[in-house]
Nanobody, 121 residues
Framework: HVQLVESGGGSVQTGGSLRLSCAVT????????MGWFRQTPGKEREGVAA????????YYTDSVKGRFTISRENDKNTVYLQMNNLKPEDTAMYYC???????????????WGQGTQVTVS
């Protein structure tokens, strides 16, 4: 049974920081492409960041480049999203997801967490 559990969300002021965690069981994160997505009411879920298995390279959507960092800690089977210099437009529900192959399209991610809310004011 695969389970992804996000934590670390909350309410912060503009310019603040949060670190999201995604604890994974049932699969080994080092062998999966891991991604963070976000969604606000009435909008499509968008990809924020991903870390690939082939060489641990990373991807970031333009709006978070230089502010967010995705990483993973293999011995804890956990993926992180460090978010600095947060802006009100970063307010969203953040989801962790896993894909069996290195990929970016949302549809390729077969495993999802329940999400953690981030609110920036």
């Amino acid at each position: 049974h695969v389970q992804l559990v996000e934590s670390g969300g909350g309410s912060v002021q503009t310019g603040g920081s949060l670190r999201l965690s995604c604890a994974v069981t049932g699969i080994t994160t080092s062998t999966y492409c891991m991604g963070w997505f976000r969604q606000t009411p009435g909008k499509e879920r968008e990809g924020v960041a991903a870390i690939f298995t082939s060489d641990d390279s990373t991807y970031y959507t333009d709006s978070v480049k230089g502010r967010f960092t995705i990483s993973r800690e293999n011995d804890k089977n956990t993926v992180y999203l460090q978010m600095n210099n947060l802006k009100p437009e970063d307010t969203a529900m953040y989801y962790c997801a896993a894909a069996a192959d290195d990929s970016l399209p949302l549809a390729d991610f077969g495993y999802w967490g329940q999400g953690t809310q981030v609110t920036v004011s």
